[in-house]
């Protein structure tokens, strides 16, 4: 099994009238994104969330294809509600992750089984090579417990800037 680079996204542009999954990159971080460049393998398989901000990332990190796979999404945050605690509810998501965290949140446990489903059919199919994850926090979390056999962690999001690299050199496949 190859390694795996799960890319959180660059810094977006926030709008507060808008929700997250809507927000682009922005521009002024675009030179922290060329950055991880020399951290990532230029050849490989490339797959990106769907998000604005995720696939403007993976288009600044290659010059080769990206798909696009639509359950790499996030944590699904149906509100434009400004938390002034985002922190706190995310880490009540992964305290609880049956239930919703806040209104218009998707439980986690059900973005765990959506992303790493999605991460472990990727792997099987393209295991051979080093593959290329281009994404978000929340979702990255959850797969990096799954892929490394360890606890969901609130920590390993809170962790990550934007943009960043998490590397797995031999995930596991099934989670």
Known sequence: MAALFLVRHGRPLVDRARPAHTWELDPAGFDDVWALRDRLPQGGTWFTSPEPKAVGTAQLLTEGEVGVVADLREQVRDTADWLPDFEAMV????????????????????????????????????????????????????????????EADPATWAGLGMPAVIAVEEPLVSA
């Open 91 to 150: 880490r009540r998501a992964f305290a609880e992750p049956d239930h919703a965290a806040y209104d218009g949140w998707e439980p986690l446990a059900r973005t765990r089984e959506r992303v790493v489903r999605s991460v472990a059919s990727i792997l099987r199919l393209h295991g051979d090579g080093p593959v290329v994850l281009v994404g978000h926090g929340t979702a990255w979390a959850l797969v990096h417990a799954a892929v490394t056999g360890t």
